[in-house]
């Protein structure tokens, strides 16, 4: 990561994944590894909970797929609004930073 953008980068990480929260810390981070994945950052894609699958793929690919049916699909399944809400956030977190991580190395000719 460029000194440039690695301190912004470790902040806004921290403010997403490293507050509590309704969700569990561990849940956000898996989603934003998921959402990196997906986004171009290589590596192992950790484990997402099935049901969260389908938003968290969405929202790292083509957000402008979601619906209220996914959203609704998730309250039905025990989620709050705000549990929504994190996961929403942690999965858009990963899959700029895997952008952002991606272009860095295209940029210094490591892709």
């Given amino acids: 990561m460029s000194q440039r953008y690695s301190g912004l980068v470790h902040r806004l990480r921290g403010a997403v994944l490293g507050t509590s929260g309704v969700t569990e810390a561990s849940l956000r981070a898996a989603v934003e590894a998921r959402a990196a994945g997906l986004g171009g950052r290589p590596g192992v894609e950790p484990g997402v909970p099935a049901v ?3 938003l968290v793929d969405k929202v790292a690919q083509q957000p402008f797929r979601v619906t209220d049916g996914d959203v609704q699909a998730l309250r039905q399944a025990g989620y ?5 809400f994190e996961i929403t956030a942690s999965a858009a977190l990963g899959a700029g930073l895997g952008r952002l991580e991606r272009g860095l190395a295209a940029l210094k000719g490591a892709v």
């Avoid at 709050?80 to 929504?84: F, L, Q, T, V």
């Fill in 52 to 54: 969260l699958s389908t």
């Fill in 80 to 84: 709050s609004e705000d549990a929504i």
